[in-house]
């Protein structure tokens, strides 16, 4: 009965929806109102995956692209390589992810961009193989390493992982007038241990 009403009264053929546009418009309406109202965020995030959409969907498009030219693969840690958790302290990467990353350092460089210290994620990740930069950016290890940390910060930008001679390795580049190491190295020992 509530469906012959609202046919009714938005004008629509009882036979086969001959309607008028002024008629849809007001169905549409209608449905709209009696829908729940979608939150900001629903529609921040529907809008950020048409603009990024999974990697997993484009991986024959992504791996043309790739032909011939040198991977290099940037990881995130927590919510990609972890679950996100309450407690920070446990949020431990599985097994079976470990062995994912091991796997994919086996055939391209491999870096692990977080917020977090490097020593904390190495401790998490346990793979030597690996490039690490924590602390977003600041703290830099690269496989068999000590961690790097920036010296000045405020004059130096991350640009991305580099091939320069033989080794492949993160770099800063540093305003022309200012080049020159942008390292220290702590005297500690690499705190990565090979993933158990
Ligand atoms: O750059 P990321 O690797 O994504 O690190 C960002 C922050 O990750 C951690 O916080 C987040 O994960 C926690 C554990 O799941 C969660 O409890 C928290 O709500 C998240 O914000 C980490 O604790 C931060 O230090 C990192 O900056």
Redesign the pocket.
């Known amino acids: 009965a509530a469906s012959t009403s609202l046919r009714r009264r938005s004008g629509v053929d009882d036979d086969y929806g001959a309607r008028s546009p002024c008629a849809t418009s007001w169905v549409v309406q209608a449905m709209r109102a009696s829908s729940p109202a979608r939150s900001a965020a629903v529609d921040e995030y529907a809008a950020w995956t048409r603009k990024h959409p999974s990697a997993l969907a484009s991986f024959e498009q992504i791996a043309a692209s790739a032909k011939g030219k040198q991977v290099v693969v940037f990881l995130?840690?927590?919510?990609?390589l972890?679950?996100?958790?309450?407690?920070?302290d446990t949020?431990f990467i599985t097994g079976e992810m470990r062995e994912a990353v091991r796997g994919v350092a086996k055939h391209f460089p491999a870096a692990i961009?977080?917020?977090?210290c490097v020593e904390k994620?190495c401790s998490f990740v346990g793979l030597s193989e690996l490039y690490y930069a924590g602390s977003?950016g600041m703290d830099i290890k690269g496989p068999g390493s000590n961690v790097r940390h920036l010296r000045r910060r405020s004059s130096c930008n991350l640009l991305a992982s580099s091939s320069r001679s033989s080794s492949t390795r993160l770099w800063w580049r540093r305003p022309r007038a200012r080049r020159g190491p942008g390292w220290r190295t702590t005297s500690s020992a690499s705190p990565c241990t090979s993933g158990a």
């Open positions: 995130d840690y927590d919510g990609t972890s679950p996100i958790v309450a407690d920070p949020a961009v977080t917020g977090r994620v977003h």
